[in-house]
């Protein structure tokens, strides 16, 4: 657990400007659509197309979001996880448009659960069961398989992982980045009428798929290191 700790805090401190700016991109939309005249009409063709096209509008805005925005991040800094950057943005335009999918129906669930109010009392309610439960049980590990292998430094191919190594050097400290950085930006998406929600998380979703590119390569490492026979004196 300590390790996992010390994994996680490692990458805050690692990806602190991008988490920084994450946090303020959750502020300013909401204070934009709230605060600034004109903003909600101007948004309201995106949340009509989104209640239109249902999942499909889904996977397209997380897809181009997490796809366009970090090709040109990884163009520009010449890093993207030990992959071409084209390779990568792609893989993860599909993943994230899926992941967009699963989240519509998640959200449609939470909004007949405790309804479609953006009053504090409500979305807090719904933020602490996405990241206390749904996170937890499904968009964590699936996130932390998926990048420790699109970054390649795991493989399918490599021999079955022990599940204490997977929750020591992948899972917790993906945990610990998500909900750092997940808890202020669900505040943001909850905070939005139900047809926007998608697209806000989009948006938001696109520096956080950045980061975890980050976050594979360093848990695909941890892996590698901790599976390998110096490590267990074979």
């Known amino acids: 657990m300590t390790t996992a700790l010390k994994a996680g805090f490692k990458s805050a401190c690692e990806r602190g400007r991008a ?23 101007l948004l309201e063709p ?6 239109t096209f249902g999942w499909r509008a889904s996977f397209v805005l997380c ?7 970090p090709y040109a991040v990884y163009r ?29 129906w998640f959200f449609s ?3 007949r659960w405790f309804g479609c109010g953006h009053d504090w009392a409500t979305v807090l309610k719904k933020v ?3 990241q206390f439960g749904w996170s937890v049980l499904v968009i964590v590990p699936a996130n932390a398989v998926f990048y ?7 493989s399918l191919k490599d021999e079955l992982v022990p599940f204490r190594v997977f929750l020591r050097c992948a899972y917790l400290p993906n945990l610990l980045m998500n909900w750092l950085v997940g808890i202020p930006s669900n505040c943001a998406v909850y905070a939005f009428p139900m047809d926007l929600q998608i697209p806000v998380l989009g948006l938001l979703s696109s520096a956080w798929a950045v980061i975890c590119v980050g976050l ?14 110096s490590a267990d004196g074979r």
């Open 63 to 69: 897809a181009v979001f997490c796809g366009v925005v």
């Open 128 to 130: 602490a069961v996405d």
């Open 109 to 111: 669930v939470q909004g």
């Open 216 to 229: 594979g390569s360093n848990s695909g490492r941890a892996i590698r290191a901790s599976t390998s026979p």
């Open 46 to 51: 995106i949340g009509n197309w989104q209640r």
């Open 19 to 41: 988490v920084v700016a994450l946090w303020a991109a959750a502020a300013a939309v909401v204070v934009a659509y709230y605060s600034v005249p004109g903003v909600p009409s």
């Open 148 to 154: 420790a292998i699109l970054s390649g430094g795991w």
């Open 76 to 104: 520009i800094r010449r890093e993207s996880g030990g992959r071409s950057p084209l390779v990568t943005a792609s893989a993860q335009a599909v993943w994230c448009g899926m992941c967009g999918i699963v989240c519509g």
